[in-house]
């Protein structure tokens, strides 16, 4: 079975910066495509980057320009780069691989790991 571990997340002043990361265990094979989600209280989680193999990004409009997805296909990990962060980005931050089916990234594995929480306050 596949294990997420997120890590990174932190308390953060608005317009700062946090760097996540994701390594996934356990797998015999390479994930093709990644994907981060966030999910805040009260919220259902949303895909907010995805990334190919080929590290072809996207990302859902309210983190264009502000986010950075990227991968280390060696080493099976994902990083997202959050700059300029404000406090609609408060959240917990997932990993998980995920499948383009319709046109849409869907999450691959139905197991999450524990996420990391990101706080953007002053």
């Known amino acids: 079975q596949v294990r997420l571990v997120e890590s990174g997340g932190g308390l953060v002043q608005p317009g700062g910066s946090l760097r996540l990361s994701c390594a996934a265990s356990g797998s015999n094979f390479a994930i093709n495509a990644w994907g981060w989600f966030r999910q805040a209280p009260g919220k259902e989680r949303e895909l907010v980057a995805a990334?190919?193999?080929?590290?072809?990004?996207n990302y859902v409009d309210s983190v264009q320009g502000r986010f950075t997805i990227s991968r280390d296909n060696v080493k099976n990990t994902v990083f997202l780069l959050m700059n300029s962060l404000k406090p609609e980005d408060t959240a917990v931050y997932y990993c998980?691989?995920?499948?383009?089916?319709?046109?849409?990234?869907?999450?691959?594995?139905?197991?999450w790991g524990q996420g990391t929480q990101v706080t953007v306050s002053s």
């Open positions: 998980n691989a995920v499948y383009d089916y319709s046109g849409s990234y869907h999450p691959q594995y139905d197991h």
């Open positions: 990334i190919t193999r080929g590290a072809i990004a």
